[in-house]
């Protein structure tokens, strides 16, 4: 989402100069909401156009920088009907690494490991500098505060989605590392079948043949069919071991 | 319908009284269909598998196979039942290390008295179906944990068995050599028609296998498979689930 409806969040209940603005936006959700000048000004004067804002502070400054703001009638209701609205949607992230890993063939596939193994590392780098900072924000004592409780979750959120991205990060690389192993058809391949190994088809093969004569069996019934065999075989003149007819090895 | 267990219930006695086990466990397994059951440790999964396998009897309820009542048969009955349709493959299983992969592989054909040549070529292809073929000369002592877990199916489908039991195969294996081992039992449900039930500690290790069920505390918490891939993602934690049976 963009920065919009948190900086009417944050004006609610108080005006602020835009670089308050910038500062809280940070201290209450987070270091993923860092905004930069040009993006903040730019959000601040799109909200006084749109009347959602406005200057209180009655200087005539060209800058915006030198004002303070308060949110409007028209912006209170802009956020009740924004807060209103279900949250829902969950996005799928487009990753360039993903795409790198994609599309860099046999080739190049030995560098996609060695991009994978980058990302893991910032990954686990950043995640540790999440927690240390989460861990940094008291919540207990005997006066609760709800904005450290919130900035907790806030980061907590960051640091699943870490995880998760580190998990990902770890499976990436043990993936790439069996492919990098084995004999491969690759999409460029020129003929699917030409490049299919030898070892391979007999595989394919034997998994026909023998999965084809274990679905047959379903035919018959199990009470007096034997084991199966190529040829007859002599009946033992012995009987087998005690307990050693157990086929559940 | 392959194997139906219906109201299956086992306690174990244990000082000043009994550990109930399985209380009251009914469960259908298909021709096809790969059965996933996941559990916390002690919840009961492998004495459901002992118990489909006719290798413990419940204190009641009722077992059948394809209509027959496996839990009525003798011993000896019941034994040569399994021998020809079931096979097991357990989460801790003995083996003679020194063995190579292929005489193990081939041991439940040759003690079945079958000849010794045929029993190797039908093991060498069993290796080969579950990609082993590389381990044939090997002794298990030398094989790593994903290699061993292929040689155990491959020994589990030498018998070419209809129903395959499964307690945690791909328990403490690579996420790729868990991948790799769940292709090849849906393919063999698929392709072989064979039933597989199997076990797992771990919800995701189950991810292949549909219908999905839930044992705590040796009940099927959620008699209801939970069938569509997706919906593991929802499933409650173990923790709430437990809150739910307390209440």
Partial sequence: MSAKHALLGLLLNRSAYPYELADRLQARLGPAWAINSGQLYQTISRLAQEGLIEQVDGRSEPRDDRHVFAITDSGRAEFERWFEDETKETRLSRRPLLVKITLAGPDRLRDALKQIDVYELDCARRLTELSQTQEAIPVGGPQVRADHVLLRLSLSADIFQLEGELRWARHAHEMISWLLQREAIWPSAPERADAQSEKARDRQDAREELFGRMAARHLLPVDGQQVPVDEPHEPAKRSPRPGSGDTAS | ?247
């Fill in chain 2, 1 to 247: 319908m392959t194997l139906l267990l219906e109201n299956i219930s086992k306690r174990y006695p244990r000082a000043g009284g009994y550990k109930v086990a399985l209380e009251r466990v009914s469960l259908e397994l298909e021709r096809g269909q790969i059965t996933g059951i996941f559990g916390p440790s002690g919840s009961g999964k492998t004495t459901l598998l002992r118990i489909a396998a006719g290798m413990q009897a419940p204190d009641s309820g009722r077992i059948l196979y394809d209509g027959e009542r496996l839990d009525e048969m003798s011993a000896s009955e019941r034994m040569r039942f399994r021998r020809r349709a079931i096979a097991c493959i357990w989460a801790a299983q003995p083996w003679q290390e020194r063995l190579s992969a292929i005489d193990h592989v081939a041991l439940p054909l040759l003690v079945d008295r079958r000849d010794r040549r045929s029993a190797e070529r039908r093991a060498r292809e069993a290796l080969l179906v579950c990609e082993a073929e590389q381990c044939a000369c090997m002794e298990l002592h030398e094989l790593s944990d994903g290699e061993r877990q292929r040689v155990a199916i491959a020994r589990a489908l030498v018998t070419e068995p209809r129903l395959l039991l499964a307690d945690g195969p791909a328990s403490s294996l690579s996420l790729v050599e868990q991948e790799g081992i769940m292709v090849l039992l849906s393919s063999l449900a698929r392709e072989a028609k064979v039933a597989v039930l199997i076990t797992d500690s771990d919800a995701e290790a189950l991810l292949r296998a549909d219908p999905i069920l839930y044992l705590l505390d040796g009940k099927l918490v959620n008699p209801e498979p939970i069938g569509e891939r997706g919906k593991l993602y929802s499933f409650p934690s173990a923790r709430s689930r437990r809150a739910a049976v307390d209440a």
